[in-house]
Nanobody
Framework: QVQLVESGGGLVQAGESLRLSCAASGRSFSSYSMGWFRQAPGKERELAAGISWSGGTTYYAGSVKGRFTISRDNAKNTVYLQMNSLKPEDTAIYYC??????????????????WGQGTQVTVSS
């Protein structure tokens, strides 16, 4: 069992930055690929960024590429999402997730085994 707890969300203005953190506890963190999903009201949950167990492979959705950076620190059992140049359309609940498909960075939602409770990110114009 893996427990995931997100933090770092909040209200910012367009153009500003936020860094989300997801702390994992339980079974070996480095055995899992990690992803940051987001879900805006009325929209489907989408994978914003993903990272393989080693950090050697990453994935970014086109809408965030060049602005967001996913990273992980296996010694601290934590995955991060640095979000720069935020836009109002980035407003969503952000969830971190862990998948046993450790070598992959892009995965479908049903391929993730554990989910956090989510953290709200609101970007005002």
């Amino acid at each position: 069992q893996v427990q995931l707890v997100e933090s770092g969300g909040g209200l910012v203005q367009a153009g500003e930055s936020l860094r989300l953190s997801c702390a994992a506890s339980g079974r070996s963190f480095s055995s899992y690929s990690m992803g940051w999903f987001r879900q805006a009201p009325g929209k489907e949950r989408e994978l914003a960024a993903g990272i393989s167990w080693s950090g050697g492979t990453t994935y970014y959705a086109g809408s965030v590429k060049g602005r967001f950076t996913i990273s992980r620190d296996n010694a601290k059992n934590t995955v991060y999402l640095q979000m720069n140049s935020l836009k109002p359309e980035d407003t969503a609940i952000y969830y971190c997730a862990a998948s046993r498909y450790a070598g992959r960075a892009w995965l479908r939602p049903n391929e993730y085994d554990y989910w956090g409770q989510g953290t709200q990110v609101t970007v005002s114009s």
